[in-house]
């Protein structure tokens, strides 16, 4: 990752520090997949032979323990709309990084004529709400603060971690209901 010139050196220090915290979203994201795709298979099983299983396991551990790896199996995708989110965050930001450091770029910056804010409402114009609401407030933040983008990924990558826990605490918690359910 390359020092950005637009920042100050504690600037890149924060923003070298969040972006390589950011780089493990794509295991999380893997992890959720791998997680989901078990889950789904062990409920496919459980709900193709639920008569065969209800024999072996009391109902209401049967029910609780679908129930658990159902909840599991949603927080699972939301994590992975999350983690998409995010890796397509960072591709952006990337991108957008590498054309504002270039001379050409530099060049194309200097003759902007707009001011921030018609620029910003240029900008959000075609997105409809709430997108644009939320755009107009990420470039007003982006307007105050040079790291307000990474600051956002860290906060949506801290979801995506919380999401990821509760999909494997509850998928864990379904597997283990069973257990204790064994007649």
Known sequence: MKHLQHLSAEENLQRLTYRNTLNNTE??????????????????????????????????????????????????????QVGAALLSGLSVLDELYNKIESPEWQAVLQECSDSTEEFGLKLISPFSFPISFIMHRAFKNGSKDKLAAEKRLIKLFCILIYLSWGQSILGALGLLTFAIGIK
């Open 27 to 80: 295991a999380i994201e893997k992890f959720a997949t791998w997680l989901i795709t078990g889950l789904a298979a062990i409920l496919g099983a459980m709900i193709v032979n639920s008569e065969a299983v209800s024999k072996a396991i009391t109902s209401s551990c049967f029910s609780w323990g679908l129930t658990f790896l159902v909840i599991s199996l949603l927080l699972g995708v939301i994590s992975k």
